[in-house]
Each structure stands twice: as structure tokens, then as C-alpha cells.
């Protein structure tokens, strides 16, 4: 009696491909959110070559709808709406980069000594809850009263309340982990303080700041352009959506061109880094990623 042989189950051969595409299905709103991202950062990039001068008045060319010659209409000065949109990415993306950065890099050595030196943590700690009673918006007013209008006092009046939060998050992680066994055991075993800190403490700190970073980026984007709308941000004269809004909202009847498209753009930036920073908690935190 003759045995018919089993054919042996085809092997898919990993590509690079396939991981892409694994990687992609199993993180459908890290990948959306980092595409779209992408796109307005390269559009940022190339606002110049792409959409050309965003200052110059014509004011011939006043609340031009939509057309082929302007692809967004014009404002009430005769600006195009297209050009001044894509230059406003520049800023709006920069103050978000910018004021995540800083809060974090700040707010990381801040907590991981209020976190590892006793007598620090109640000095910085008490500190650090009195920032968080100064709204953003009321310290950038004053800033900007006191120092004028730029991006940069923009950007330091963001950072100001936004560094007590990630103060508090790092100092929470890392009390969290230096009562670990092998914390402890390193310390038992002679090791110096610094290494430590840098090797068993901070590692455990990355994860939640980098998607606290993201949430700090998209908040900033909200701020600055609140603040623009208020006057109390960028010069009136830097093409940024805040000042876009705030300048053509008494046209909104007439021309809702002007507000609807920077009003757009702000609004698929802050969800893009909402995406990123929801794909990023799932991919991170080892109890999602384990169901996955």
C-alpha cells in the first residue's frame, strides 16, 4: 500500500514589503496620522517654491473667490489665500515643534531630579504647581507687552505652563521605578548614582514622553493660533492662520474663503498629531501591543 506524499505548506518569504504592510494594518492611526503629517511638513518646506509671495497687497485683486488664478481666493488686501495658507504651516508646525522640544527636554531634567533627590522634589514640585495656575494666554499677553511680538516670546509663553505637566509625568515614572527589585539590586550592588539614573530610571520615562510630546505639539498649534487671533502672538504682518482668521473674520459673510481654508488647515495639523499620538500610546504601552 503506498503512502501519497504531503506536500510541505508553501513558506511566504518575508519582504520588506510584507513588514511594511503588516506594520501599516496593525497601526492604521500611527500611519494615517504620520502620512498626513508628512504632507503638511513637505508643504511647509516647499511654501516657497509652491506657492510663491504671501505679503504682497494688491488691493485690486480685494476678496477674489476661488479661481483658477487663485486657487483659495483672495483677502480683503488682495493677498492670495493659497500662498499665505502654506506659509502659515511654516509657523504653525515650527511654535509645535518648537514648544514640544523644549517642554520636554526641560521638563525631563527637571523631573528626573525631583524624582531622585528628596529635598528637590519638594522645593521644585511646589514650584512647578504654581506655573501650572498661569494660563498660557495671559502670560503670552504679558510677554508680548513687555518684550513685542515674535515667534520666539510666542514660543517661551507656550512652554512656560506646558514644562509643570511634564514635570509632573517624568517625576510620577520615576518614583514609580526606582522602588523596582532591580533598581534596587543595582544600587545594593555599589553602583554610582548616574548610572542608575541613566541606565534603569530614565529608559522608562521615554515611552510616555514621547506621546505626551505629541499632545503638548498639537496644543501649542491651538494656542498660537488663539493667541494670533487675540493679537497677542506673531506680528500681524507674519502670514500665520491665527492672523488669517482674526484679520478676515469681519468678512466672513462675503468672503468665508478666508477663514474656511486656514480654519481647514488647522484643523487636519492638530488631528494628524492627535493620530500620531493615539497610534503612538498603542504601539508603545505593552498592554496594548500585546493584543495587537
Avoid at 85 to 114: D, K, N, P, Q, Y
Avoid at 193 to 212: A, F, G, N, S
Avoid at 228 to 237: C, I, N, V, W, Y
Amino acid at each position: 500500500m503506498s503512502v501519497e506524499a504531503t506536500p510541505a505548506p508553501a513558506v511566504t518569504k518575508a519582504t520588506p514589503q510584507n513588514g511594511l504592510w503588516r506594520f501599516a494594518r496593525r497601526n492604521v492611526t500611527l500611519v494615517i496620522g504620520m502620512t498626513i503629517l508628512g504632507i503638511m511638513l513637505l508643504v511647509a518646506i516647499l511654501a516657497p517654491f509652491i506657492a510663491g509671495d504671501a505679503l504682497t497687497m494688491k488691493p485690486v485683486q480685494r476678496l477674489k473667490p476661488p479661481s483658477d488664478a487663485f486657487w483659495f481666493g483672495t483677502d480683503q488686501l488682495g493677498r492670495d489665500v493659497f500662498a499665505r495658507t502654506l506659509w502659515g504651516a511654516r509657523i504653525s508646525l515650527l511654535v509645535g515643534l518648537s514648544v514640544a522640544t523644549f517642554s520636554v527636554i526641560i521638563g525631563l531634567i527637571i523631573g528626573l531630579l525631583a524624582g531622585t533627590v528628596r529635598w528637590v522634589e519638594a522645593v521644585v514640585m511646589r514650584f512647578m504647581d504654581g506655573l501650572m495656575a498661569i494660563p498660557s494666554i495671559l502670560l503670552a499677553i504679558a510677554m508680548v507687552s513687555l518684550f513685542g511680538a515674535s515667534v520666539m516670546i510666542v514660543i517661551i509663553a507656550i512652554v512656560i505652563p506646558e514644562v509643570p505637566r511634564v514635570v509632573r509625568l517624568v517625576r510620577a515614572v520615576v518614583m514609580a521605578t526606582r522602588e523596582q527589585p532591580y533598581v534596587e539590586a543595582a544600587i545594593a550592588g555599589g553602583a554610582k548614582r548616574w548610572k542608575v539614573l541613566v541606565r534603569h530610571i530614565l529608559p522608562p520615562t521615554i515611552p510616555p514622553l514621547i506621546v505626551q510630546a505629541t499632545y503638548i505639539c498639537a496644543s501649542a498649534i491651538l494656542v498660537e493660533a488663539a493667541l494670533s487671533f487675540l493679537g497677542a502672538g506673531t506680528p500681524p504682518e507674519i502670514p500665520t492662520w491665527g492672523n488669517m482668521i482674526a484679520s478676515d473674520r469681519i468678512y466672513l459673510g462675503r468672503a468665508p474663503w478666508c477663514i474656511f481654508y486656514p480654519g481647514i488647515a488647522l484643523a487636519i495639523v492638530v488631528l494628524a498629531v492627535n493620530l500620531v499620538g493615539d497610534g503612538l500610546r498603542d504601539r508603545l504601552d505593552p498592554r496594548i501591543a500585546r493584543r495587537m
